[in-house]
């Protein structure tokens, strides 16, 4: 049976990820605009966190999406390659598309879609790209599988890191990269598949995807 009181922190925190908001209002206000008590809020954000839908950092504060440990730059940032980065995300990430489209709730589709939409009027490449980590971590996360979930944002942290670092090896600081990628297709291909209870087709989908965004990203500059 859904719990109504998860579905309403759920959607605050979809609409607070489409409006590009980072932190959550501290506890008092938010159990307030979810319309439950301190205790039952702690109770639901635990859920959400082990979804990977927020981190907390006592002292600090409830964010949206997943815990960032940057690592720095005199350790072994600079000897990752863009390659390096894309088998990473090959070797992972279309298996948890398929197993999406296998364990996939309504609410984990909805999700995506509503991700996919907001990443339409993205104006600038960080909000774009910060709608992309969201969107692949909700298909992570729509695996159901806690563990691979775990292995997914550990990954994902050092592979964002090394990233932008090489992003702006290879754009520089000033223009990083294009406004935004031409992606739309491939998302909403790879949630259709999700959807549809296919992992075959979610799994090739996502492999071309992640193919694809190296191509457009970087073309033969590497």
Not at 75 to 90: D, F, G, H, K, T
Not at 145 to 167: A, I
Not at 194 to 201: A, K, V
């Amino acid at each position: 049976m859904t719990d109504p009181d998860i579905e309403k922190l759920k959607s605050y925190i979809a609409k607070a990820r489409r409006q590009g908001v980072e932190r959550l209002p501290p506890e008092p206000k938010l159990s307030d605009a979810i319309g439950v008590s301190r205790g039952r809020l702690r109770t639901l954000l635990r859920k959400v966190e082990s979804e990977g839908l927020i981190w907390r950092h006592v002292g600090k504060g409830t964010f949206v999406g997943q815990r960032v440990d940057h690592l720095s730059e005199g350790n072994v940032a600079y000897s990752v390659s863009v390659e390096q980065v894309i088998q990473a995300r090959l070797a992972v990430e279309p298996q948890l598309a398929a197993l999406a489209a296998m364990h996939a709730k309504s609410t984990d589709i909805q999700a995506m879609d509503d991700c996919i939409e907001a990443m339409a009027g993205a104006t600038s490449f960080d909000h774009w790209k910060a709608l992309d980590d969201s969107l692949h971590l909700i298909i992570a996360s729509a695996s159901h599988n806690v563990l691979l979930v775990s292995l997914y944002k550990s990954l994902k942290n050092e592979v964002d890191y090394h990233f932008k670092l090489r992003v702006e090896s290879v754009f520089g600081t000033e223009k990083k990269a294009p406004q935004r990628l031409q992606t739309e297709d491939e998302h909403k291909a790879i949630v259709d598949a999700i959807s549809l209870h296919d992992p075959d087709r979610a799994e090739a989908l996502m492999r071309a995807h992640i193919l694809s965004v190296r191509t457009k990203m970087f073309g033969n500059r590497l």
